[in-house]
């Protein structure tokens, strides 16, 4: 896992990031030789970016690399205006996971209209081609074939700020091991939940990471106890 940081953020994220390695790359051409290293298989881009032209570069940017996508926040936001423009560089591996405001900037009109949110993700992926992830106590993912999910183990303390922004991170990762886009969509989202369950109340985005290993190792019918050496009666 690498951070691409911009020049003048690359000391502040060095010093909080100490297992993570953080690349610097300056504006849409540095992010594009930056993956041009196809080591760089998948991307989440985003959060934190700001809304504009130089975010919408970004997008583009990577939209055009080949490696898998996944698009969050100011990503989704900075095509408010124009979502037809984003929607003409997207492709198969492709992720948006907006919740119900941004959903709203790009997809207008289209919830409100539906008679479900699941209608309203399987209408938005058909527009847009590519997956959509609606964001949820229900959260929704939909494929532009009309495939759809229905996510529903997301407890109320995931309503906090950041951990939509951990949920990108980690489809981002399972399409990095080779996961397409609808399944890492939907494992990342069952497992986020899964995470924030076994967490309980006081949680912040920060707990998420720290909670999966847990949740794989239970999912792999293993525990710690399971691989501690018992000692002889």
Not at 35 to 59: E, S, W, Y
Not at 61 to 66: D, F, P, R, Y
Not at 88 to 111: A, D, K, N
Request: aromatic letters at 4%; proline letters at 6%; charged letters at 20%.
């Amino acid at each position: 896992m690498t951070v691409a940081s911009p020049p003048d953020a690359v000391a502040i994220n060095a010093a909080q990031l100490t297992a993570i390695m953080v690349k610097p790359f300056d504006g849409a051409k540095g992010l594009s030789a930056l993956l041009a290293d196809k080591r760089f298989n998948a991307i989440a881009l985003g959060p934190g970016c700001g809304v504009g032209a130089a975010t919408q570069d970004l997008t583009a940017a990577a939209l055009a690399s080949g490696a898998a996508v996944v698009l969050d926040a100011d990503a989704l936001t900075s095509f408010a205006e124009d979502p037809a423009a984003l929607f003409r560089q997207v492709h198969s591996g492709v992720v948006l996971t907006p919740h119900e405001g941004e959903f709203e900037r790009i997809f207008p009109g289209v919830l409100k209209g539906a008679v479900s949110r699941l209608e309203a993700a399987r209408e938005a992926a058909a527009k847009a081609g590519c997956i959509v992830l609606l964001k949820g106590a229900d959260t929704v993912v939909a494929a532009p074939d009309g495939t759809a999910a229905i996510n529903a183990n997301a407890p109320p303390t995931l309503a906090t700020a950041g951990t939509g922004d951990v949920l990108s991170g980690m489809i981002a990762g399972l399409m990095a091991q080779g996961m397409d886009a609808f399944h890492a969509a939907n494992a990342a989202a069952w497992l986020h939940g899964e995470a924030a369950n076994r967490y309980g109340l006081g949680l912040i985005a920060e707990d998420i990471p720290e909670l999966l290993p847990v949740v794989l190792r239970a999912l792999a019918g293993q525990d710690r106890r399971t691989n501690e050496r018992r000692s002889p009666e």
